[in-house]
């Protein structure tokens, strides 16, 4: 056990390799800037640098995006409410983190 907690100790990487990160807004911008998600089922979202977001999932839905401090937001005509979500990343695939803790995962797709 004293030899696992010293590899910890030493290489803490190691520990944390298989969690997610949680991105700040320059980080959130540059992984969705132009990227296509693919939610699985049919569903998947595109990130235009224009900030239009389109997503189809039975049919398609246009909205707008941004990133306001450490979150990515986005608005759904005809909604006038922005709903926000923390980022994460693990490898290529993106989770939203809603208030409530429910979570979306997209996969980058091409």
């Known amino acids: 056990m004293r030899r696992f907690a010293l590899i910890l100790l030493i290489w803490?990487?190691?520990?944390?390799?298989?969690?997610?990160?949680?991105?700040?807004?320059?980080?959130?911008?540059?992984?969705?800037?132009?990227?296509?998600?693919d939610y699985g089922q049919g569903g998947w979202q595109v990130f235009e640098p224009?900030?239009?977001?389109?997503?189809?999932?039975?049919?398609?839905s246009t909205g707008r995006w941004a990133v306001r401090g450490d979150?990515?937001?986005?608005?759904?005509?005809?909604?006038?409410?922005?709903?926000?979500?923390?980022?994460?990343?693990?490898?290529?695939?993106?989770r939203f983190v809603d208030d409530a803790g429910g979570i979306t995962d997209g996969t980058y797709s091409e």
């Not at 803490?12 to 998600?37: C, H, W």
């Not at 224009?50 to 398609?60: D, E």
């Not at 990515?72 to 993106?94: E, H, M, T």
């Open 12 to 37: 803490p990487g190691i520990a944390t390799a298989d969690t997610f990160k949680t991105l700040s807004g320059d980080e959130i911008l540059t992984a969705l800037s132009g990227q296509k998600l």
């Open 50 to 60: 224009s900030m239009v977001t389109n997503y189809f999932s039975g049919g398609p």
């Open 71 to 94: 979150q990515y937001c986005s608005i759904w005509p005809p909604s006038d409410l922005w709903a926000c979500y923390d980022v994460q990343q693990k490898g290529d695939v993106i």
